[in-house]
């Protein structure tokens, strides 16, 4: 490591006061493109949320299917900075928007959790927060899977979920 380097690691080890949460390790496979910095780091909680319906392998056969998340997004000091919502769609505060397309999946750590997972943008929009975002990573994350047994049709189960958010750009 060079002098320059080691100072810039030293220097954010040692501030107190960063917006930045410790960051997780991430897989190999979950990493985003180089090149690419982190650009907004936020905390979701709330639910995913699942409908029953007929089976993609056996519609005779119900099962819980991912209707869409529906989470209120924080940033490091606890401050509301945004929604996330079907599409997978993360809405800021500031109006920007980015809707995101699933690349990789790793089961993560806690295996009573949804997966990891590394999204591209598919699209961005509007000046702010997610206006330029290319990459979305999904870490850290608890509970949020499907409800286990049977179902009725129609049925809909709101599962608690938090999960980190790293954004990238």
């Known amino acids: 490591m060079t002098m320059q380097k080691t100072v810039l690691v030293l220097f954010a080890v040692g501030c107190g006061g960063s917006n930045v949460a410790q960051l997780p390790a991430i897989p190999d496979a979950l990493k985003p493109p180089a090149g690419q910095s982190l650009a907004v780091q936020a905390q979701a909680t709330g639910a995913q949320v699942y409908e029953c319906k007929p089976g993609k392998d056996d519609p005779a056969k119900l099962e819980w299917a991912l209707k869409g998340p529906d989470a209120e997004l924080f940033d490091v000091t606890g ?8 599409g997978p769609t993360w809405e800021g505060e500031d109006g ?10 790793d089961p993560g750590p806690d295996a009573g959790a949804i997966p990891w997972l590394l999204m591209s ?17 999904r870490v850290r994350t608890e509970g949020g899977k499907a409800p286990a047994g049977a179902c009725t049709l129609g049925a809909e189960a709101r599962v608690p979920y938090k999960a980190m958010y790293l954004f990238y750009k």
Not at 121 to 137: N, P
């Open 96 to 105: 920007s928007k980015v809707v995101g397309e699933v690349k990789a999946k």
């Open 121 to 137: 943008a598919k699209s961005a929009e509007g000046g702010g927060m997610f206006g330029q975002i290319a990459t979305i990573q």
């Open 79 to 86: 401050k509301k900075i945004g929604k996330h919502y079907a």
